[in-house]
């Protein structure tokens, strides 16, 4: 299993991302896929997470309005479009597959929100 997300990067408060993850070694379309945050000094949350098929997602309730998360199955990636970015969404962003239990991670992407 190999996932690899990318998309990252330093953005001014209001601004937007897209963040990806290309997924390898298992049939991605038979799983949820997560999207995880982790900011230094706090636990690793949850921001959102997707049904196999796409057509359900939940999300942290902070990042709801702002955030969307899909997928495209016959490329094997997840995506995460993040908009109106608040100097609070700073942290490293990891994919995942599986949810409720996530059983494989990404080395994850750093985002930056800062003036």
């Known amino acids: 299993v190999q996932l690899v997300e990318s998309g990252g990067g330093l953005v001014q408060p209001g601004g937007s991302l897209r963040l990806s993850c290309a997924a390898s070694g298992f049939t991605f379309k038979n799983y949820f896929m997560s999207w995880y945050r982790q900011a230094p000094g706090k636990v690793r949350e949850l921001v959102a997470n997707?049904?196999?098929?796409?057509?359900?997602?939940n999300y942290l309730d902070s990042v709801k309005g702002r955030f969307t998360i899909s997928r495209d199955n016959a490329k094997n990636t997840v995506y995460l479009q993040m908009n109106s970015l608040l100097p609070e969404d700073t942290a490293k962003y990891y994919c995942?597959?599986?949810?409720?239990?996530?059983?494989?991670w990404g080395q994850g992407t750093q985002v930056t929100v800062s003036s």
């Open positions: 997707i049904s196999p098929g796409g057509s359900t997602g």
């Open positions: 995942a597959r599986g949810w409720p239990t996530a059983g494989s």
